[in-house]
């Protein structure tokens, strides 16, 4: 990587704790990425994307507000970014994947908030976190208290936009949301200074359906046995989507599918999968929370699909051809699509299950892994029904609550083994 400590001390981060992050990446990388084998050629631009976290994408962050440009971080799918892009910003996502300034955090919010709330808090105290110090504005949402209260705390930090996201999905809710959606753009053109028309939010649109479109089609190359990509490289490829540039990721997206399309046309039909398939739905995995994937798939198994935000909820509908379609018309399939998304806020969440359950036959997976963060009261709440109706229509299911730290990876190992053992004996049994 360059010597981006100009770029970093003119951020105002804290250096010595922005070096000890940083130096904790490598190790973990290499462990967790590196060492997988038969890994598609077109990772590589992923793992530079990554080796330059903090460089490169940063300086383009910089450049780009050099030039009189606005940068806005989200937490959450629900904010549309085809509105931020209309207007000529740029919008990163916000990572909160690992522990950090834990005792600095629990001065201020309480112990059992889940570790991602606790995660971003502590990088925007300890001024680790380029993408927050670059950012001119945060757009939160209120899916659940522990981020609704917490933003109301990251507000005395950095400027905070709180959008009111609906809990069903009457239509009074999505007038509601629809009426969030034109208070954010109001936000927005005041921010940038820029009108938002029917035309650049027509192309924000194209823009991120472009890119959603690619992660649709990186999804149904897992369909394949066996399936020609990790899941944990599957979900790098999903975190690095919330920050890297629009166009760019898209376009190496779309190459890498060239490449994984070919490599299922290339299978011989006579290759028989050892590897268990399983689907893994829940919390969202920020990077670089890589835990779960990697205990599953060093212990006989491939993750095939992602029932997460950091996976199929991200990208699984498009706004659509807005071609004949005016404002009013524009904002309305913004707002259907996004309240499409079967997050755990949601009550009640029937249609998450009901996905679950075709996706499951779909992709043929031997088992589906439940996961929650601990003190994440939506999933782990919803995690009992969705074992409960995956194990009702005969599909193996088992749930998992974890947090970020390391201690209880050999525990999660014995449990994740046993469940796989169960999962052989029931594919020898089915011949
Ligand atoms: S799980 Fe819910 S709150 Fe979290 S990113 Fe997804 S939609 Fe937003
Ligand atoms: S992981 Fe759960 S508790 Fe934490 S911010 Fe997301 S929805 Fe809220």
Redesign the pocket.
Known sequence: MSDYRQMWTDLGLNLPAHDALLNALPGLYKEIYLSQTDRPKGMEYFDFVVSEIHGLRVRELMDHKAKGGKVLAAMCVFVPEEVVYAAGAICVGLCGGIDWASDEVEKILPRNL?A??KSFMGFKLDKVCPYFEVADLVVGET??D??KKSFEVLNDYIPVHVMETPQMKNEADYRMWAGEIRRFITVVEKLTGNTITEENLRQGIRKIDARRKALQRLSATRKASPSPISGKDALLINQIAFYDDVDRFTLKVNELCDELEQRNADASPATIEDDLRIMVTG?PMAIPNWKIPHLVETSGARIVFDELCTGERSFQNLVGDMADKDMDGMIEAICRRSLEIDCA?FTPNQPRIDKILTKSKEYRVDGVIHYA?Q?????TIEGFRVEKSLKEKGIAAMRLETDYSQEDAGQLKTRIEAFFETLRERREMNG
Do not use: A, E, M, Q
């Open positions: 889940c991602l709330i899916t659940c522990g981020k919390t806020c963060l003190s994440c009261d939506p999933f």
